[in-house]
């Protein structure tokens, strides 16, 4: 994992690592680990390998066709789509891998982005409920808006031997990263 995190002194910045940008940041470096321990969680019943990675990509249009360039940058306003991708390099299957993607403050989910689509998600990062998120407003049920949203987390998969498996979500930029 710190091959992609080389400058542990910056809150949000890119490397690149076999010609792609990779998002890396303190907030990744525990996004990151987060992704793996939840991954070992529903692997823990076989001692194969399992790793996980994180990329990020900026997506811009241009005469209504999506690009997706380097997000070496990233401005209030910009959508960034991650790409979770699970790689599993064993010989035996894994059942019920749990992925789920921290969404750092500063992004907001934007619905329906997420492929596949997600199952949960959650304010805090621990306690996940059934996506879309409701609350209680004065005895009315409403939805929780998607800028609140700090984690999402889609249904358990089965990944075979030698198989990986892609997850993605956009977000927006809806505040500039805070610099020390």
Known sequence: MD???TNQNTDCGYAKVKGEHVLKSRWLKVSMLILLVIASIGY?????????ELKA???VKANNVEKFVN????????IIEYRVVTNNTGKN???NLVITLPIPVGMEYLNSSAKPQIAKASLDGKNFANAPLKKKVQGKEVLIPYSEYR???WNPVDL???K???MRARVKVSLPAKKN
Request: hydrophobic share 35%; glycine share 8%; proline share 3%.
């Open 3 to 5: 091959k992609y995190l």
């Open 44 to 52: 823990a019943q076989k001692k194969e390998t399992v790793f996980t």
């Open 57 to 59: 990509f900026k997506v």
């Open 71 to 78: 997000a070496d940058k990233a401005k209030p306003g910009d």
């Open 93 to 95: 299957g894994v059942r």
């Open 151 to 153: 984690s999402i987390r």
């Open 160 to 162: 075979g031997a030698n």
């Open 164 to 166: 990986s498996v892609e």
